[in-house]
């Protein structure tokens, strides 16, 4: 590797890295490369006003690119995301409330619920007829547990 490239590296080399990361973070979506992306953009405005030796730049970017993960990771998959994002890929947890139909009636605690356009296996303490009104309210496998509604 030529040294000179690396003492002549300046701010439009790390907007252009910046830029690379950015694209790279937009075809994968999974905000990890949005971060550094963020911290080559902020080294490159510190090299604007404050030009830097190779590795006092290297050294700004490794820390910027941990602050900014650390504090984008939290707000991402915080309030941005808002209270239904932890559920978005866990149907058993949005099953819970939901209110559905007893397909059969139960029997020693057994019978099957119509939820949407599905059938489920479903258990309860009630006395439960077909047709009677559901609530889930919890799901154990392929299991709800549910009351009459």
Excluded at 3 to 28: I, N
Excluded at 65 to 85: C, M, Q
Aim: aromatic share 8%; no cysteine.
């Amino acid at each position: 590797m030529d040294l000179a490239f690396l003492a002549s590296v300046g701010a439009p080399h790390w907007f252009a890295l910046g830029l690379v990361l950015l694209g790279a973070e937009l075809l994968t979506g999974t905000t990890y490369l949005l971060w550094p992306a963020v911290a080559a953009w902020l080294v490159g405005l510190i090299m604007l006003f404050l030009p830097l030796a190779m590795p006092a730049q290297l050294t700004i970017f490794g820390i910027a690119t941990l602050a900014t993960t650390l504090t984008g990771r939290n707000y991402v998959k915080g309030p941005l995301l808002g209270p239904g994002a932890a559920m978005m890929n866990d149907r058993a947890r949005q099953l819970v409330g939901a209110k559905g139909q007893a397909a059969t009636t139960f029997e020693h605690g057994v019978g099957r619920v119509k939820l949407s356009d599905s059938e489920w296996r479903g258990t309860s303490e009630d006395a439960i007829g077909a047709g009677d009104p559901v609530v889930v309210l919890s799901v154990d496998g392929a299991t709800l547990t549910v009351r009459r509604a």
